[in-house]
Nanobody, 127 residues
Framework: QVQLVESGGGLVQPGGSLRLSCQSS????????VGWFRQAPGKEREFVAT????????YYGDSVKGRFTISRNNRENTVYLEMNNLRPEDSATYYC????????????????????WGQGTQVTVSS
């Protein structure tokens, strides 16, 4: 059973930055996909970004393109989400998700393809 632990959330002013971390209990392998999703109160869980381990392919949701960057450190079994130019509408609980599969592009943004989920970390963007 893979365990994912998120950290790095908090309160930030509009235009500010945060870096989220997702540490996996499982040693990183050459395959698999790790992503970030977010959910605001009363809304559906929304895809944010994902990275495929095999070829480092990255994929972003339209609302965060150009502002967020996903990266990974296999030695530390950690995936990061660098969030810049944050907006109030980015406020949500951010969840890390993983699967042992190398997802194809059309599946990378779909939450039903991820088997493992973290508990989430809260991000609040407010002045």
């Amino acid at each position: 059973q893979v365990q994912l632990v998120e950290s790095g959330g908090g309160l930030v002013q509009p235009g500010g930055s945060l870096r989220l971390s997702c540490q996996s209990s499982q040693r990183a392998s050459s395959s698999g996909t790790v992503g970030w999703f977010r959910q605001a109160p009363g809304k559906e869980r929304e895809f944010v970004a994902t990275i495929r381990r095999g070829d480092n392919k990255k994929y972003y949701g339209d609302s965060v393109k150009g502002r967020f960057t996903i990266s990974r450190n296999n030695r530390e079994n950690t995936v990061y989400l660098e969030m810049n130019n944050l907006r109030p509408e980015d406020s949500a609980t951010y969840y890390c998700a993983a699967t042992s599969s190398n997802l194809i592009l059309s599946s990378m943004g779909r939450k039903e393809y991820y088997n493992y989920w973290g508990q989430g970390t809260q991000v609040t963007v407010s002045s």
